[in-house]
Structures are given as C-alpha cells and as structure tokens.
C-alpha cells in the first residue's frame, strides 16, 4: 500500500509539474515571427540617439550599427530592409518594453549578462559587439591613465552595467571617486559637460559617439584604460525559439560572409561560386533557410541589402564613419580578433 501511495503522489506531482511547465510556455509561447509576418515590419528597439549605433537625422531616418542589424533582419524575412519600425528605448525600460511586446528585438548597445537573462526571461542571442567600460576627460586634466582618477567626480547612468563596474573598478584599485548618477543617459552628458562632474563612464564605443555631441570634441579624451567586458548582442524573449534562430543566424551569416569575402558589391558573382562554404551562405545549396522558415536565399538577402559584417561596422563606427573606432576584438578570428561564427553546414 505504502508503494502505491508513493508512486502515486509522485504521478501526482509530477502531472502539476508538467502541468504548470504548459502553463508558463503556453504564457510565454510569443510566436514573434507569425506575428511579424502579419504586421508587415519588424518592430526593433534601440538607443534614444548614440552616434554610430542608432542615430536619427532631422527628417526621422535611423541609421547605425545597431539599426543596420534590425534591417539585416528584415531582409531576411521580407526580402526589403524597410520594412523595419524604429522605437527608441532609454536603459531603464528597454528590457521591460521588450518583455510587454511594445518590440521584437532589442539591438541597443545591451551588454549579456547572467541576470539579465535570468531575471527578465531574456535571451542574448549572438555578440554582435565586444566592448568594455572605460572614462572620458576633458585633455586639460592632463591624465593618461585610469589608475591616476583619484579623486574624480565621475558622471554615470544609473541602472547600467557601468555603474557597478565603475564601483568594482575603484574598489579594486583603492581609489577614492564621487559617483554622480543620473537616470538618463542625456543628464549625465549634460552635467559632464557643464562640469559638476570631471569624468564621464560609460561603454567605450559609446565614449566614442557621445564625444561627437560635445560642443567641443576635441577638448575631451578617452583612456586607453578598458575596465570590464562588455559582449554587446541584440535581445529576445525566452521560449520564442524560431525567432531567436533567425536573429542569432542573421549575425553569423555577416560574419561568415565577411570570412568568405562575399560583400553587397559582389553578391551577383557569390551566386555563381561553386565554393561549397559559398553556396551554403548564399543559398544554392542545402535547405538552411528553410529550416528556419526562411528562404533560400534569406543570408544573400541580408547581405545584398545591408552588407556582411566588416561593411556594417566600418561604414557605422569603423574607417568610413566619423567615429573610426579601431575593430580590435571585433576583427575576424582570422585577422587577430574574436569575433567567430559558427559554420553555415
């Protein structure tokens, strides 16, 4: 009888257990794709304005980074890279907003981290961008180093990565600093430049495109100091598996396309190689983008339309831009960086 009751208590709660398992995925089950489908567009949160990453002009038009990687997206699905809808996003709701729907994907300088996934359901597909926090100061501090900040009055957002590693940083080093923090990105630049602060913190490509918005840009500079690791990827909800496979594959597909040297110039001659790599890239060969419900050819849309990865980040942030941050990590795997996809097989 005792074996009876257990097996069956067991039974019992292992049956509200899978039970409870249906409930949260039926709950969480967002079926981003059809939905996209539906709508025509894809719905992308990003920064509220970061030069080089997600900017607006004056008449409304997105350009960046971060915003070319939206539209890598929808050229996958609609074969248009305009059919995407910008909505911008400060740092303290980006997650939220994207939990509530209000975007498909958040590709908006958002650093991957163990919390953020565990504690807002998240999911941070691919690195898009490897970075690290570091500090701004006006040249006439005369400082070349982090190690010599003691003392500073340091200006940065709150509720971000940086904050605590700014914190870690100077613990660690036992160097004395006043925090100023501020909840908008824009109040904490403000009050750098108007001086309350000596010291601006923040993700050092993000250094970079904040200098340009200072009304005197080269009266500032940024450390060579990189104090933390910042894997900058674009976000998605848990329990959405087919639409985090289309965001995570559309990065790698940039960045085998740029290992494979296929560009948006030379697209029409890639649809011709009789490379085996190539073929699978671009679709001539094998069923790789109907296994996501895709097209054939939904890697050679992305890069048709907005390029492979060395052309997005160069023209973004790199050489062609007015940022020219150096590729460092983001270089290929091949050329002394870690930036590394897996095959396309």
């Known amino acids: 009888m005792r074996t009876f009751r257990t097996g069956l208590l067991i039974g019992l709660a292992i049956a509200v257990a899978v039970g409870a398992a249906a409930?949260?995925?039926?709950r969480y089950d967002t079926k981003t794709l059809k939905r996209t489908i539906q709508r025509g567009e894809v719905l992308c949160g990003v920064n509220t304005g970061l030069p080089g990453f997600s900017a607006p002009d004056d008449k409304g038009n997105w350009t960046g980074f971060d915003v070319d990687f939206c539209r890598a997206v929808a050229a996958a699905i609609f074969d248009d890279p305009k059919k995407t809808k910008f909505i911008p996003l400060d740092a303290n709701e980006r997650f939220k907003e994207l939990q509530n729907r209000k975007v498909d994907i958040l590709s908006r300088n958002s650093t991957w981290s163990m919390s953020r996934e565990t504690t807002y359901d998240l999911y941070f597909p691919a690195v898009a961008y490897y970075d690290g926090a570091g500090f701004m100061i006006p040249t006439s501090r005369?400082?070349?180093?982090?190690?010599?900040?003691?003392?500073?009055?340091?200006?940065?957002?709150?509720?971000?990565?940086?904050q605590l590693n700014v914190a870690d940083f100077f613990r660690a080093n036992n160097i004395k600093y006043q925090e100023l923090k501020f909840g908008k990105l824009e109040e904490a630049l403000k009050a750098y430049e108007s001086g309350q602060c000596d010291t601006f913190t923040s993700d050092v490509s993000q250094l970079y495109g904040l200098r340009l918005r200072l009304s005197k840009p080269g009266d500032h500079i940024i450390l060579p100091d990189v104090i933390s690791k910042e894997p900058l990827a674009p976000v998605v909800r848990q329990r959405d598996d087919d639409w985090m496979m289309i965001v995570k594959w559309a990065l790698y597909a940039m960045i085998n396309a740029e290992e494979l040297g296929v560009t948006s110039k030379n697209i029409d001659e890639a649809l011709k190689s009789k490379k085996p790599d190539v073929m699978r890239l671009v679709g001539t060969e094998g069923a790789y983008g109907?296994?996501?419900g895709l097209t054939k050819d939904w890697a050679a849309r992305i890069i048709r339309h907005v390029g492979n990865y060395g052309e997005v980040y160069e023209r973004n942030v790199g050489s062609e831009s007015k940022l020219k941050i150096p590729r460092g990590l983001n270089q290929l795997w091949s050329a002394g960086g870690i930036q590394y996809a897996p095959p396309i097989r």
Do not use: F, P, R
């Open 23 to 26: 409930i949260t995925y039926e």
């Open 142 to 162: 005369n400082i070349d180093s982090a190690l010599a900040l003691d003392g500073s009055k340091v200006c940065v957002q709150e509720g971000t990565t940086t």
């Open 290 to 292: 109907e296994a996501l």
